[in-house]
């Protein structure tokens, strides 16, 4: 029976021949990540007798890194007892940390075939190395690290197919927008991107695509297996993957060519994304800044600081604007200091911060007052999500929002 590679997947992990959309699939994970803030919300509850395998559970600081108040201070302290107890061998402490997607990229964790979890929304982002990630709740990860089971219902499969390559200064994000823009939420569905012209997306772009479909509602999204997702892997990998392709004649809800010449750069309306977004070519009115953030799961890698550098070299930030760029892990903020790009975006009048998910969910670290506008390239731009339920958030690429830090203005990246 042909089946796609999401229904492969949660086959393999259900100990299944197949499953088709309607079944439930109750699965081994292949790894499970908890995060500091489970600890900080309410560490008491969250101290299980036995893990069902140490060496699949995962642990990583990321989201209040360092720590900005007592409370995640303490949740820390806790976090670090249960990582001491169990002996986990995968424990990203403070000056090891990142944001947990990155971070399992780097680390070889997210793995091709594979099934993995983690007690946050994006971590569809796995899915651009064709493995099948899921964001759940605290409570489903304690369940899957302690019981080894998570279950899902099996849901139907949209399918993108690529062709083409994408224009100058268009990137991942414009792409993700378009879908957005042109098919809207993608709720109760999962996501397969394939097609003749995915040679032509570089892994960064894949990245933020499988990133930013969690704002379409999807249950999972994942991408084919090629020499380019293999190329990242090499020497990575802790446990060698199995990469899955879809059977031919694999049944899906609907199948879409998006063609990546025809794309432009996008701007993505506050309060949402399905069906909220503009081209930036079509943009007539004017619209001011006071902040302008790169960072996040979906832009905070070293090819978004590369294309953040190039648009502020021998540049100056717009008196009044706020431009912060935050590294997505240790080793992109380490990257970046050797290919000297923190110096060029210092020099522009940017903040540099830690690598954290601090901005991006409004904790930390670039907060909007009441009234204030920002620019983001970042995951998700519902109200309060980076502070005042007053302030207002459009999203864009790295390099509009570059762009748009040295205008002041919201500002299509081509035209500089």
């Avoid at 001011?288 to 978004?304: K, M, P, R, T, Y």
Wanted: a negative charge; one cysteine or more; aromatic letters at 8%.
């Amino acid at each position: 029976m042909s089946s796609n590679i999401i229904e492969k997947i949660l086959a393999r992990a259900a100990g299944k021949e197949w499953l088709r959309p309607g079944d439930i699939a109750v699965c081994v994970p292949d790894i499970v990540i908890a995060l500091d803030l489970t600890f900080a919300m309410d560490g008491t509850w969250y101290r299980p007798k036995t893990l069902f395998d140490s060496e699949r559970v995962v642990l990583v600081f990321d989201h209040a890194v360092p720590a900005p108040s007592i409370k995640d201070a303490a949740g820390m302290v806790e976090a670090r007892r249960f990582a001491e107890e169990f002996g986990l061998k995968n424990f990203f402490d403070v000056g090891k940390h990142g944001i947990a997607h990155v971070v399992a990229a780097e680390n070889g964790l997210a793995r091709p075939g594979e099934l993995l979890l983690c007690s946050d929304s994006h971590t569809c982002a796995a899915g651009a190395f064709n493995c099948a990630g899921r964001g759940v709740s605290g409570l489903d990860v304690l369940q899957a690290m302690t019981t080894g089971r998570v279950w899902y219902p099996v849901a139907p499969t949209i399918r993108y197919e690529f062709d083409g390559t994408l224009p100058h200064l268009v990137g991942g994000k414009d792409v993700f927008f378009h879908i957005a823009q042109t098919y809207g939420s993608h709720t109760g569905t999962n996501i397969e991107f394939g097609g003749a012209g995915l040679c032509a997306l570089s892994m960064s772009d894949r990245r933020t695509i499988a990133t930013m479909c969690a704002e379409l509602g999807a249950e999972f999204s994942v991408f084919e297996h090629d020499r380019t997702t293999a190329a990242y892997l090499e020497g990575r990998l802790q446990t060698p993957g199995a990469p899955v392709s879809p059977d031919r004649g694999a049944e899906y809800l609907d199948v879409r060519t998006i063609h990546l010449e025809a794309l432009e750069p996008y701007v993505i309306l506050p309060d949402s994304v399905p069906g909220n977004g503009k081209r930036l070519s079509i943009l007539t009115e004017p619209i001011a800044i006071h902040q302008a953030f790169v960072g996040s799961c979906a832009n905070g890698l070293i090819e978004d600081l590369r294309a953040v550098a190039g648009i502020l070299k021998g540049r100056t930030v717009a008196r009044g604007v706020r431009l912060i760029v935050t590294p997505g892990s240790q080793d992109v903020y380490l990257q970046a200091a050797r290919e000297g790009l923190l110096e060029i975006m210092v020099a522009a009048g940017a903040v540099v911060t830690n690598s954290t998910c601090g901005a991006c969910f409004g904790y930390h670290m670039g907060v909007l007052a009441p009234g204030e506008v920002c620019i983001t390239a970042s995951t998700r731009n519902f109200r309060g999500r980076m502070g005042s339920a007053q302030a207002l958030i459009y999203m864009g690429s790295p390099a509009t929002v570059a762009a748009s830090a040295i205008t002041g203005l919201i500002t299509d990246p081509r035209s500089i």
